[in-house]
Structures are given as C-alpha cells and as structure tokens.
C-alpha cells in the first residue's frame, strides 16, 4: 500500500509540474518562471495541506520530490519549445494530477487519525491548492473557481476512498485505484462533454 501510494505521489509530482510549465508556455514565460509554476503546483497543495496539520512539510523532509518537480520543469520547459501544444492537454494532464493527489491527501488525513470529513478536505485540498497557485501566478482564474466540474470530481473522489476505506470489505490498493478512477473518471467526463456546474444568479440575469 505504501509503495503504491509512493508512486503515485512521484507520478502526480511529474504530471503537476508539467501542467505548470505549460501554464507557463501559454503565457510565454522564460525558463526560470517555468520552473517556479512547476514546483509550486506540484508541491502547493501538499505544503498546505501539511501546514495546516501542522506535520513536517513533505519535500521538507525528502528534498528529492522538489528535485523531481525542478528537473520536470526543465525538461518540459525544453520539450514544448519544439512541440505545438495544445491547451487541452493541460486540462487533460491536470485531471491526471488532481486524481493522484486527492487520494494521497485523502489517505494522509485518515493514516494522522482524523475524521472521515478533515480527510476529505484534506484531499480536494491536496489536489487542488497546487493548481490554484498556478493559475493565480499565471495569471488565469484557478479552474477551481470556475464553472467546471472539478472540486466536484475532487470531492467524490475523496469521498469514495474514505467509504470504501471504512467498508473493509476491498484492500487497499483497490480502494485507492478505484477512488483515482472515480476522480480521473468524472473529470475527464466533464472535459469531454462540456459539463459544468449550475452558477449563481441574481434577479432575472
């Protein structure tokens, strides 16, 4: 269980990071603005996440993380200056990201002791907070507070780890790929079919 979410905390470093320099290619961004929109999305969610535990901040305690987020950075900084990229792909990427990471925050939360509702904050928490400060420096407003289906995705994600953690009826393994699934599922559905959350209105307008 540990091994796998190891692996998925390395993958959702990765794809955050790629996701924040192609925020950064779209606005033009030179190497080093690059490389800053990939650490802090890949490491955003999870260094608030930890604050507010008040646990070690975890690329404080294994520094090869925020290398891992530094070199995708480069790499990919690199890697789009010779390939068309569309934005789509960012969405796309994100998504991956975001199913990743609410799961690791999810479990996280629940491993500390808390209760079923803190590790559910914990986890929308931790899959969204990197992508809000992306796209808060580049200047976009964050898919978080738009129309789109994204905490939603992020909260049933969430929500289907801490239930079927407390079912006991799967191992864990399957409850963490299944609560990726749901969360990958329900956002990229929405991406595909242009689904969106009702918005507020006032008066008539």
Not at 2 to 23: M, R, S
Not at 143 to 171: F, H, M, N, Q
Not at 186 to 202: E, G, K, V, Y
Request: glycine share 12%; charged share 10%; proline share 3%.
């Amino acid at each position: 269980m540990e091994h796998l979410l190891h692996w998925f905390d390395l993958i959702g470093i990765v794809v955050f990071a790629f996701t924040g320099v192609l925020a950064a290619g779209h606005k033009q961004m030179d190497l080093f603005g690059a490389v800053v929109l990939a650490c802090v999305t890949a490491t955003g969610g999870g260094t608030t996440r930890d604050m507010i535990l008040n646990i070690p901040v975890f690329w404080l305690q294994a520094s090869h993380y925020l290398w891992l987020a530094a070199g995708t950075g480069v790499i990919s900084f690199y890697l789009i200056r010779y390939l068309q990229v569309p934005m789509r792909l960012l969405k796309v990427a994100d998504a991956m990201g975001l199913a990743v990471f609410v799961v690791i925050g999810t479990q996280k939360g629940l491993d500390l002791g808390h209760s079923p509702a803190i590790a559910i904050v914990m986890g929308v928490m931790t899959g969204t907070f990197g992508g809000l400060i992306r796209d808060i420096l580049a200047g976009d407003i964050p898919l978080l507070l738009r129309r789109e289906i994204y905490a939603t995705a992020a909260l049933s994600g969430a929500a289907t780890l801490v239930l079927l953690d407390a079912s006991g009826k799967l191992p864990g393994e399957a409850v963490v790929a299944i609560a990726v699934l749901v969360t990958l599922g329900i956002r990229l559905a929405a991406l595909r079919w242009n689904l969106s959350a009702p918005i507020a209105r006032f008066g008539n307008h």
